[in-house]
T-cell receptor
């Protein structure tokens, strides 16, 4: 089973709202990732968690706040977003971080900020 | 950021034709991954390559890790309409404490039934 699940599938929010994106994997992977993807572009890395600790933050604005409650779950808390933050947000997992480790992606959350 | 050179950017082919796309870099990679992405969905892993010269098949798909470790290709044989989508190559650089996937810009494939 190489499934990563994400909820919600779609999300519309105003610039003053607070919302959260959720990701779950049951493959026993110890690395989890958040990516942002704009249309017809490759995914852009946002955050990496390794063994439930934040190991990479790609200079992401503080209006995005990641959280890893346990080894299977990854959240992305959203607050005071801007319209340019509208994108497909992808979660991925891999057995461990980096070197030759294949990343498996979830279906994504399509976010629209009004 | 660093990116892979992926070509062609787009392809429009007839059903039944074979397809070939490739990624190149001036740097050495130790892993090549090929993903397919449908509109509004996440990338789906097609093939993973870990050794120079490795040739791996997955059904009608075949991919190779170049001997120089600076390139990889993906072939699709006898294309069908459901092959439509964007194909991305991605890889890990063989340098330092590397923990980031480097991505190509994608090849958009359209298949005429």
């Amino acid at each position: 089973d190489t499934e990563v699940t994400q909820t919600p599938k779609h999300l519309v929010m105003g610039m003053t709202n607070k919302k959260s994106l959720k990701c779950e994997q049951h493959m026993g992977h110890r690395a989890m990732y958040w990516y942002k993807q704009k249309a017809k572009k490759p995914p852009e890395l946002m955050f990496v968690y390794s063994y439930e600790k934040l190991s990479i933050n790609e200079s992401v604005p503080s209006r995005f706040s990641p959280e890893c409650p346990n080894s299977s779950l990854l959240n992305l808390h959203l607050h005071a977003l801007q319209p340019e933050d509208s994108a497909l947000y992808l979660c991925a997992s891999s057995p461990v971080v980096g070197y030759q480790e294949t990343q498996y992606f979830g279906p994504g959350t399509r976010l629209l900020v009004l | 950021g660093q990116q892979l050179n992926q070509s062609p950017q787009s392809m429009f082919i007839q059903e039944g034709e074979d397809v070939s796309m490739n990624c190149t870099s001036s740097s050495i990679f130790n892993t090549w991954l090929w993903y397919k992405q449908d509109p509004g969905e996440g990338p789906v892993l097609l093939i993973a390559l870990y050794k120079a010269g490795e040739l791996t098949s997955n059904g009608r798909l075949t991919a190779q890790f170049g001997i120089t470790r600076k390139d990889s290709f993906l072939n699709i044989s006898a294309s069908i309409p459901s092959d439509v989508g964007i194909y991305f190559c991605a890889g890990f650089l063989n340098a330092g404490n590397n923990r980031k996937l480097i991505w190509g810009l994608g090849t958009s494939l359209a298949v005429n039934p």
